[in-house]
């Protein structure tokens, strides 16, 4: 879910279970490629929360930082590679 406040975006995701590092890697993707996929909010820098149960964890904008976004686009180009299938002996 993403509320849209005048401080900017917050992406709110639930999730059952125990706290994973995936479930915050998840949503920090969402706080990267929404203000690319979403015109208006092109200039936003969201914020969000991840609910386990009753624990909630919150995730800074600044956590989307330049290294984030380099290992994110390092991944792209391994999944996106013509040669991926060739690396994994497919």
Do not use: W
Request: with cysteine; glycine share 6%.
């Amino acid at each position: 879910m993403i509320a849209v406040a005048s401080a900017g975006p917050t992406i709110y995701d639930v999730k059952k279970g125990q706290q994973r590092a995936s479930n915050e890697v998840q949503v920090m993707l969402y706080m990267h490629l929404f203000p690319l996929a979403v015109r208006p909010y092109a200039r936003t820098k969201p914020v969000s929360c991840v609910a386990y149960n009753d624990s909630p964890v919150e995730i800074p904008a600044e956590a989307i930082d330049n290294g984030f976004v380099k290992n994110f686009e390092y991944f792209l180009g391994v999944v996106g590679s013509p040669n991926r299938a060739a690396t994994q002996g497919h």
